[in-house]
């Protein structure tokens, strides 16, 4: 979409399912056991089969990641920017978006 935002298709488990996710919900979005998470609310239409799309937006080049959450969002902006095609991602939801715990940037190794 531009230089700091892209939109990146997710293949459900079989091409008839649907996330059946309202406005405002969110998902949790793991790129490896252990790695950082961060929560997205996707871009897709509930009723969208087959697919769950997200738009990541990261910081544009040459500006770095904050601490916390937004760096754990960074750096999943570059593993899915530079995922292949058939790679796993971790996706799980909806989660509730008054949750505290949306606001930490939780992970078994750290997001460094």
């Known amino acids: ?7 990146y298709s997710l ?3 079989r091409p008839w399912q649907t996330t059946g996710l309202a406005d405002g919900q969110l998902v949790l979005v793991r ?21 769950l799309d997200l738009e990541v937006a ?3 080049s ?4 904050g601490a916390g959450e937004d760096e754990c969002v960074e750096q999943l902006a570059r593993a899915l ?7 796993t991602v971790d996706v799980r939801g909806p989660a509730d978006p008054e949750d505290p715990r949306l606001q930490v940037c939780r992970s078994v190794d750290g997001c460094a």
Request: proline share 11%; charged share 20%.
């Open 11 to 13: 293949e459900l488990p």
């Open 31 to 51: 790129l490896a056991p252990g790695g950082c998470e961060g929560y997205f609310s996707p871009s897709s239409r509930p009723d969208q089969r087959g697919a």
């Open 81 to 87: 920017a530079e995922a292949e095609v058939g790679s």
């Open 58 to 60: 990261s910081a544009p």
């Open 62 to 65: 040459g500006a770095g990641a």
């Open 1 to 7: 979409l531009s230089d700091t935002v892209a939109v």
